[in-house]
């Protein structure tokens, strides 16, 4: 009974996916669902990633939340245009909650679409948006063992963002003990250090979205 | 249909909570439930509180996390007993699995037993596990809006650790905006700041962990 509900709950969100895939392919608009426990960054990189591509690209952001539109306005200080979600207590999006949010965009007029999840290292994992990529954040201060911890959402995701390395030389974390726990566990995936506060490491994250929204308009 | 299944969900939770606390109370066993984000220190925490408090208190440990014995390990080194339970997925404990793991303990000879929930701010906040005290961890690293962005988890704790304070001169954290929001949310809880890596302020949680246990055993 329990197994038959979760079934049908992830058949439905995976129809949703679909429609919010084909929109997305239609529209040429690239979306990257971005994932991770509460607190590694994901907001502050999102606002460089904005002051960064604004110019060359239009970029649009969905925030994910149990409370509060704070990411949204974050976002908005920026000057892209964001939609908050408040799940209230929901631990992660689903399709369908993105679904009912796209008519909020003009997606012939986005070039970009991030989708902030919910903080969560463990719901999102198993949730399809409808997106191109997922990517997941993991913050220096989080410590080595997340990864082995919570297979399911790194063996999901194409590329790891390793945040807060500014913060290594105050820590135990090893960077290659990292890499080498996520290429045992997912080899198509790959670790990028970097530090959305002092920037180090954030242009090779540009460079990875400017091929994947390339390769995007190609399809 | 979906409400029902969850109330459904709950009431045997509850009941399973309820069966738990009376063992609990019958034994004079102190139970805390400790609950963060992945990575926000509660594993180092415990090492260090049993460190302290081993030699005065027999001291148990349940372990939650998606996968690994990792913790548990962790916890056996330092010398105590720990069970862990693997949750293949699950972002939470229940009662359920906390009273299907207690005959590994001889709870008579138990004075104080933790148990570390999935590293997850929101699935663990919902369900009682039958615990005498929910304890949150929230650390520096993860900033200053984690509070009213997670309002479930602490609405429903009354002892916030602010663990980390090592790292305070390197990140904006405001310890005093945290403890406004914090009694503002939640007028019964208290925020207490520590570092399970320096030891700074542990002491103030080691006597917290005292009197609770004094209050328990005159039940």
């Not at 290429?183 to 090779?204: F, K």
Request: contains cysteine; hydrophobic residues 40%.
């Amino acid at each position: 009974m329990k197994i038959a509900l979760r079934t049908d709950v992830l058949t439905n969100n995976n129809k949703a996916a679909e429609f919010n895939r084909e929109l997305f392919t239609d529209t040429k608009t690239l979306v990257i669902n971005l994932m991770s426990s509460p607190g590694a960054g994901k907001t502050t990189l999102l606002e460089e990633t904005v002051r960064e591509l604004y110019g060359k690209y239009r970029i649009a952001v969905i925030e994910g939340d149990l409370a509060t539109e704070k990411d949204a306005d974050r976002i908005r200080a920026m000057g892209a245009k964001a939609v908050q979600i408040n799940t209230h207590g929901g631990c992660h999006l689903d399709a369908r909650m993105i679904a009912a949010t796209l008519h909020e965009f003009d997606l012939d007029e986005v070039d970009i679409l991030f989708i902030e999840n919910v903080g969560n290292l463990v719901c999102p994992a198993g949730y399809d948006l409808g997106q191109h990529h997922k990517v997941a954040v993991l913050s220096v201060p989080e410590g080595n063992d997340k990864i082995p911890k919570y297979p399911q959402m790194f063996m999901r995701t194409e590329l790891v963002l390793l945040n807060k390395i500014d913060l290594l030389p105050y820590l135990d974390f090893n960077v290659e003990e990292a890499r080498r726990d996520l290429s045992e566990m997912n080899p198509q995936s790959s670790l990028l250090p970097l530090s959305a506060r002092t920037r180090e490491g954030l242009h090779e994250w540009f460079s990875w979205i400017e091929g994947a929204y390339e390769r995007c308009i190609r399809l």
